[in-house]
């Protein structure tokens, strides 16, 4: 269905999310400690592992993936059965609520990532806050979420196709009107890339110039902020 409903463009999001932050070990560094939040399926996880090795031939660092969902956690321990992660203490999976995170230590990670989840919290400056006790200071929180469309005529066909396709296509490939219908209201109720920029920047970071990288006109956007 995100193939679908994205035309596969969600890919190439996510592997431009991983490119940006570039993870991994330094020459002379220690191994990092990454948390993948709401990330249930691993594709993130998967891809900053594998980013790390690839890139920095870094085959240490750890990633512990939480996710409120405890069925979401386990479709992603049985795909990591088919990565060279399977069985690895490398990797971890946690239920945890991202408000709190209670099993996560303060200043104990070196990035936090969230993709496509954090429209979805409850009390979003809650996270945010949470984001900030558990990074080490230096870490970075980065974020890959739905935005806004930033043509005006483009974000009229955008919101035609969201309201009047996406849950035709949740019913007809996946037999769930509902959840895409919300899926589709999540993102217009999710605050614009400036009003989350100053959200981060509420919680304690520091938000780079630009505050974020707008990707495909704006249907997605990455933010970042670094704890000082």
Known sequence: MNDA?????????????ISKL???RRPGGRP???????????????????????????????????????DMLEEGKRRSLSTKYAN??????????????EQ????????????????NFTDIPAALRTAH???RPGGVFACLEFSKVDNVILNTI?????????PIMGQLIAADYDSYQYLVESIEKFP??????????????????????????????IHLGVKI
């Open 104 to 119: 996560i230590e303060d200043e104990s990670k070196d990035m936090y990532t969230v993709a496509f989840g954090i429209r």
């Open 22 to 24: 570039d993870p991994g």
């Open 32 to 70: 990092l400690d990454f948390l993948d939040v709401a990330g249930g399926t691993g594709d993130i996880a998967f891809g900053i592992l594998d980013h790390a090795s690839r890139m920095h031939g870094d085959y240490e660092s750890k990633i512990t993936v939480t996710d409120i969902n405890a």
């Open 133 to 135: 006790r558990v990074l």
């Open 192 to 221: 614009s890339q400036e009003e989350f920029a100053a959200m981060i920047k509420d919680a304690g970071f520091q938000v780079p110039e630009p505050a974020y990288e707008n990707l495909t006109f704006g249907v997605a956007a």
């Open 158 to 166: 955008y919101k035609q196709y969201s309201f009047n396709v996406i």
């Open 5 to 17: 409903m994205s035309f596969g463009i969600h890919r190439l999001w996510k592997q431009q999310f």
């Open 88 to 101: 690895s203490d490398r990797l971890e999976f946690l239920v945890q609520n991202a408000e709190k995170l």
